[in-house]
């Protein structure tokens, strides 16, 4: 999975440190392992597929799934997939067999992000009434399983942020991650313009074919799949293991306090997992914390 961040992003994000000494295969390996603190912080699930919080796609994910118990029960509507927020469900079986399922037309599912579920709700017109009529087979799972295909993500729209040059040819917005569909729409000094640019998806840039004029200026409207808090929390989990790596390259790791006449320096404890084997990035990165509160998981992954 790629990190959360580029090299090239961070070298942009002003957190105040020199990276001018650290190569891109470096700085990589920082983002790389700030996108797992973040990942490990936030409880993501990591079954069927590991969780990426610029969206993706689920195949197989399976839950349990109760039968009617009566002829007047409808038993289960509900399913409860473990990532989070569902753009759209594309398969969707009730299996009681290896071989033998109903299967639920998507359009016949109501998709509730806000409470975290998918409901079937034409059951009655579906096959599936075979199921509520009791007509199931005699020999097969003890207990139904139903196995969904889906499509997550966030998908963040931006009217027309401007840009800032890296250099005369090349504009960076704030966000990476743009998606392709709807096409970006570029202007330059007000005018929209169709070609003469490439786009980089990934870094969020617009790189001209030839020098811009000093003084123009350009803007993007877009949209992008990382939430900004994602975004920020990497860089300073990036920043701080930056710091630790500078502590360790001048055999400072283990120090804890430093005392110069009556001034006295503390830094927090230096490790990196709590007792619950998490990342400890309210004592560690407290800025990191807090921008990842919102969006950790509530353990929806063990469920």
Not at 49 to 68: A, K, L, N, V
Not at 85 to 97: A, L, N, S, Y
Not at 163 to 178: E, I, K, V
Not at 207 to 213: E, I, K, L, P, W
Request: glycine residues 6%; contains cysteine; aromatic residues 10%.
């Amino acid at each position: 999975m790629p990190s959360y961040i580029t090299p090239a992003r961070f070298r942009t994000m002003a957190f105040g440190i020199d990276v001018s000494e650290l190569d891109d295969l470096e700085l990589a390996a920082l983002c790389s392992q700030a996108t797992t603190w973040v990942n490990r912080y936030c409880l993501v699930p990591r079954l069927p597929q590991m969780h990426d919080f610029r969206g993706g796609s689920i195949t197989g994910e399976q839950h349990q799934w109760r039968y009617p118990e009566t002829p007047f029960d409808i038993g289960q509507r509900k399913a409860f997939p473990l990532h989070w927020p569902i753009k759209d469900v594309t398969d969707f079986r009730i299996k009681v067999t290896n071989t033998q399922y109903v299967g639920i037309d998507p359009s016949d599912l109501f998709i509730n992000n806000g409470l975290k579920y998918v409901e079937v709700v034409s059951l009655a017109l579906t096959s599936a009434g075979l199921f509520n009529a009791l007509v199931i087979p005699n020999i097969g799972l003890a207990t139904p399983v139903v196995q969904m295909n889906y499509d997550y993500g966030w998908d963040f729209e931006e009217s027309g942020e401007i840009l800032m040059p890296d250099d005369g040819q090349t504009y960076r917005s704030q966000n990476q991650w743009w998606a392709t569909t709807p096409t970006p729409v570029i202007t330059v000094n007000g005018l929209v313009a169709t070609t003469g640019f490439t786009i980089n998806y990934d870094e969020g840039t617009v790189t001209f074919a030839v020098d811009q004029t000093p003084g123009e200026y350009v803007t993007a409207a877009y949209h992008h799949n990382l939430p900004s808090e994602i975004q920020w929390a990497t860089g300073h989990i990036v920043a701080w293991l930056h710091a630790e790596a500078e502590m360790h390259a001048r055999g400072m790791a283990h120090l804890q306090t430093m005392n110069i006449g009556e001034v006295k320096m503390q830094r927090p404890r230096s490790f990196a997992f709590s007792s619950n084997d998490l990342p400890d990035l309210d004592s560690l990165v407290p800025e990191a914390a807090q921008l990842l509160k919102d969006h950790r998981f509530d353990g929806a992954s063990i469920r």
